[in-house]
């Protein structure tokens, strides 16, 4: 079963940048689809972005197309995630997730993922 770590959040101000890291306890870690999903404080869990196993397509919620990047470095079991242009409505707690079934990485809702980690902080002061 793969473990997830997250790190990288933290405080910033809006239209700062940030870069938040997935680590994996597994060298299988590129059999997996990755995606990143937040959770504000009183609020759902919502899906951010994904990515497939190789690197060779993802997928953007809507209000963080062309600020945010997932990227991942199969060999350092690692998935990235770029935020620039940081908004206060960005604050939340980020998780990130695997899955091991799926090909695409399109449409994917929480339920698909089995794998989570904990979660990291991120907060954007105005």
């Known amino acids: 079963q793969v473990q997830l770590v997250e790190s990288g959040g933290g405080l910033v101000q809006a239209g700062g940048s940030l870069t938040l890291s997935c680590t994996a306890s597994e060298r299988t870690f590129a059999a997996y689809i990755v995606g990143w999903f937040r959770q504000p404080r009183g609020e759902e869990r919502e899906f951010v972005a994904s990515i497939t196993r190789h690197g060779d397509s993802t997928d953007y919620e809507d209000s963080v197309k062309g600020r945010f990047t997932i990227s991942r470095d199969n060999a350092k079991n690692t998935v990235y995630l770029q935020m620039n242009n940081l908004r206060p409505g960005d604050a939340a707690n980020y998780y990130c997730?695997?899955?091991?079934?799926?090909?695409?990485?399109?449409?994917?809702?929480?339920?698909?993922?089995?794998?989570w980690g904990q979660g990291t902080q991120v907060t954007v002061s105005s």
């Open positions: 997730a695997a899955n091991l079934m799926r090909s695409r990485c399109q449409g994917m809702t929480s339920h698909e993922f089995a794998y």
